[in-house]
């Protein structure tokens, strides 16, 4: 297959978005943000790495060896701002919003008795892409996505004569993401060159996604804006017998997740018919595999394939 290879330099744009606790974008108020007022995005790999088995023979030599395989368990993420944007600060930490009297975002709170870990936030960072030729003509970026972190707090910051810059600590990515292919349609090119979502779903285990795009970043918004679906959300599923069922109405976006489905989110998702699905019946959540299937029992919905 061809491949694109592509220098990275330089972070144009960061978007950071409200998840819920099953890390699934959460629709609605102040949910989204874009700026452009960061100074670094740093990533650090969490690996496990195991203990090395070396058994020497009676004469000093190696008999056994086996060095084990070291085991990705995620990022531990540090971003630096340089602007001061409240509701950009709540979405990652979790910490309330001071409010003006016109109900305005004005500052934010550090408070120790709310978890950074009850909600999530997703990143997306835009780079720049220099000598690389494109067909497009908004040009070419690089662009990157952590579809699921958690547990970011405001760290140390030093007020002196100089820049104040706050940088924000902690924040993890996860595993089980319901990222899908994500709720904007300005990310990847679609195979008529129009703006679109990402080309395929995520895996829920993806913790990071790099990739070459013509399709430029998003404007900076004005503080944090309503997160929207861009394609409805599917409302209902009518089962094929023994097969994958249609989501209705046809075009609409499946649930992100088995949990969403089963728990309504971000609407109820009515089966028909409303008895239970025979063998080998199911619907596909947006996400792939064997973990996005569930089927209707007759009284609610259940993860995989109706036996």
């Known amino acids: 297959m061809a491949a694109t290879s592509f220098p990275l330099v330089r972070g144009r744009t960061m978007r950071v978005t ?21 100074v670094s995005v740093a990533l650090t790999a969490t690996v496990n790495t195991p203990d090395e088995i070396v058994v020497t023979n009676a004469n000093g030599k190696t008999c056994v060896r086996d060095t084990g395989c070291p085991e990705f368990q ?41 978890s950074a870990c009850d909600r999530g936030f997703a990143l997306e ?16 970026f690089g662009y990157l996505l952590l579809p699921c972190l958690q547990g970011g707090v405001i760290g140390d910051f030093t007020i ?5 810059t706050f940088t924000i600590t902690g924040a993890t990515t996860k595993d089980g993401n319901g990222w899908g292919t994500g709720p904007y349609n300005d990310v990847m ?19 990071l996604y790099v990739a070459f795009t013509t399709v430029a970043p998003p404007e900076p918004t004005e503080g944090c804006v309503e997160l929207t679906p861009t394609t409805p959300f599917a409302t209902g599923a009518t089962e094929v017998a023994g097969a994958a069922g249609n989501w209705t109405p046809s075009g609409n976006q499946p649930p992100a997740n088995v949990p969403n489905l089963i728990a309504g989110t ?3 998702f009515v089966a028909s018919p409303t008895t239970a699905w025979g063998a080998g019946s199911y619907v596909q959540t947006a996400t792939s595999g064997a973990a996005g299937q569930a089927y209707w029992n007759g009284t609610a919905w259940v993860a995989g394939v109706a036996p």
Do not use: K
Not at 27 to 38: A, I
Not at 87 to 113: E, H, K, W, Y
Not at 160 to 164: M, P, Q, W
């Open 18 to 38: 409200g998840l819920d606790g099953c890390c699934t974008p959460a629709y609605g108020p102040d949910n989204s943000v874009v700026t452009e007022g960061f």
């Open 74 to 114: 995620g990022y531990g993420v540090e971003l630096t701002f340089c602007d001061v944007t409240p509701c950009l600060f709540s979405l990652i930490t979790g910490q309330p919003v001071v409010l003006n009297a016109d109900g305005d975002a004005i500052g934010f709170r550090m408070n120790s008795g709310i």
């Open 125 to 140: 960072v835009w780079m720049g892409v220099p000598g690389v030729a494109c067909s497009g003509a908004a040009g070419a």
């Open 160 to 164: 002196e004569n100089a820049a104040v």
């Open 189 to 207: 090119g679609d195979a008529t060159g129009n703006p679109g979502p990402l080309p395929d779903p995520l895996d829920p285990d993806d913790h």
């Open 266 to 268: 971000p609407n109820t």
